[in-house]
């Protein structure tokens, strides 16, 4: 920890101004002296000179005035010498005191870095408080003492009680760092704030914490981390423009929440994480311009929502993207129900749904694309019922009904395109249209492979809406269109 700081603080460590050497600056400040004392003699002796040629009777150059006029100006550039000299004096002291408070700072650093690795709790404890207290009072070196903070979380743990390698007291520690942290980040506006700077949780363990109202301005990962247990909450976080990496997380047990979280033009990575239990809500969250993906994440068990809960309305999405592409689905649940999407897009291309369920019952659509392109349906169901979609574009291109339902029961579909084309393959399973609302718009299975999958539209009603049934017969409830 020590070598990172002296890495860090080289470009910084030199305090004594760069002044020129005295045997430089002496000589010069004598010549430059003597020639201006010349050039000022010389030049007094002129001005008074032509003065007196002017005058009737001319009368003589007095040699006194003009001595005294030399001396007078040379004792004004004195002064100014003087002052300059003094200032000097005046940086090479406040280069002392920056030294010295340099050196009280560094050994401040050294003796909470030798705090945290102390056997006992209590000690680790002092050495947290400690060092959050120096990153306040030495804002170059801010971010290096987060920066220890955070290798403090992704060093070993073993949160098992019964375990052989449990510390007794090590959980306290670790959620006082987090609790520290978020009193951090809950200041956006003051000068001790910490919203600006990174935080490196990757390979952590969690089994809570709490960074509610936290406002992450920076980069932020939790790149390899494990949730096993416990409960962390980003209640009300706000993300503005930075990134969080959930990359390749495993959430194996416990809640992990985002509940009325704001994300502005920022960027969440789910890439490749692993669902086997536990909750990730999503709960009230806003997201405008920004980006969350879960590209490649396996969900195996545990239920992630966008939906709404109690306290919370669905998520909103303005002009984001939420892409699942490459996603597999064998278990667990991932739930949009009554969430909100404007301008945005949801991409589930090249998903599997072999378990579980995708839910979007009651969630509005304006001007979003749902692209579940090449997507695979061995035995799953995705729900749109009661869905709203206004001048959407959703498509199956390329998908894959082996089996599962896709289910569209009592939709709304006004000036929307819904397509199964470019070899969409129905050999199983069921899309369900029953009681579904067409106003405008398209239903295109034009270019589809139909082997084996049933079509129903029970009950439902069209007005100015085209379907392009292609390989299918047409349904029974399609001939009933007024």
């Known amino acids: 920890m ?121 000690v680790r404890l002092a050495g947290v408080y400690a060092l959050a207290r120096l990153a306040d009072d030495w804002q170059e070196q801010r971010q290096v003492c987060i920066d220890v903070l955070c290798a403090y979380l992704r060093m070993p743990y073993e949160p098992d009680l019964t375990a052989p390698g449990h510390k007794q007291g090590e959980r306290e520690v670790r959620q006082t760092i987090i609790r520290v942290i978020r009193d951090h980040l809950q200041q956006p506006d003051t000068p001790d704030s910490w919203c600006s700077c990174n935080f490196d949780f990757t390979g952590a363990t969690f089994d809570g914490g709490d960074f509610t109202r936290s406002h992450f301005q920076g980069i932020t990962s939790f790149h390899g981390a494990k949730f096993s247990g416990g409960r962390v909450n980003f209640d009300g976080a706000r993300f503005s423009g930075g990134t969080v990496s959930f990359n390749r997380v495993q959430f194996s047990g416990g809640t992990v929440l985002f509940t009325g979280a704001a994300f502005s033009g920022g960027t ?76 945005g897009k949801v991409h589930f291309n090249r998903a599997r749904f072999s378990g579980g369920t995708v839910n979007f019952h009651s969630a509005e659509f304006s001007g979003t694309r749902v692209i579940f392109n090449e997507a695979q349906f061995p035995g799953d169901s995705v729900s749109f019922a009661l869905a709203t979609f206004s001048n959407e574009r959703i498509s199956f291109n390329g998908a894959t009904f082996s089996g599962g339902t896709v289910n569209f029961f009592s939709a709304t ?64 409830g399609y001939l009933r269109q007024p």
């Not at 004594?16 to 004392?37: E, H, M, Q, R």
């Not at 195996?300 to 490459?326: D, E, K, M, P």
């Not at 579909?413 to 129905?426: D, I, K, L």
């Not at 492979?449 to 069209?462: K, P, S, W």
Request: hydrophobic share 40%; proline share 3%; aromatic share 12%.
């Open 268 to 343: 969440v990575l789910f890439g490749d994480a692993e669902f086997s239990d536990g909750q990730v809500s999503f709960s009230g969250a806003t997201f405008s311009d920004g980006t969350i993906s879960f590209d490649g994440a396996k969900f195996s068990g545990g239920t992630i929502s966008f939906g709404i809960s109690a306290g919370h309305l669905g998520a909103r999405f303005s002009g984001g993207t939420v892409n699942f592409s490459g996603a597999e689905f064998s278990g667990g649940r991932v739930i949009f129900n009554k969430a909100q999407f404007s301008r």
């Open 413 to 476: 579909f006004s000036g929307s395109a819904v397509s199964f084309n470019r070899g969409a393959e129905f050999s199983a399973g069921t899309v369900i249209f029953n009681g579904a609302t067409f106003s405008g718009g398209t239903v295109d299975f034009d270019t589809a492979i139909h082997t084996g999958t049933n079509v129903t539209l029970d009950n439902a009603t069209f007005s100015g809406t085209t379907i392009q049934w292609g390989p299918f017969p047409q349904p029974a």
């Open 2 to 122: 020590a070598s990172l700081l002296r890495r860090r603080q080289a470009p910084r460590g030199r305090y004594t101004p760069n002044l020129w050497s005295v045997w430089i600056v002496a000589p010069v400040a004598l010549v430059v002296v003597g020639a201006l004392a010349f050039g000022l003699y010389h030049g007094v002796y002129g001005l008074l000179a032509d003065a007196a040629r002017s005058q009737r009777p001319r009368k003589p150059v007095n040699i006194n005035d003009v001595i005294k006029t030399t001396v007078t100006v040379l004792t004004l550039v004195g002064a100014v010498l003087a002052g300059i000299y003094a200032y000097r004096k005046q940086l090479l002291a406040e280069g002392d005191a920056h030294r010295a408070d340099a050196d009280q700072l560094a050994d401040r650093y050294t003796t909470a870095a030798e705090q945290l690795g102390h056997d006992q709790a209590a």
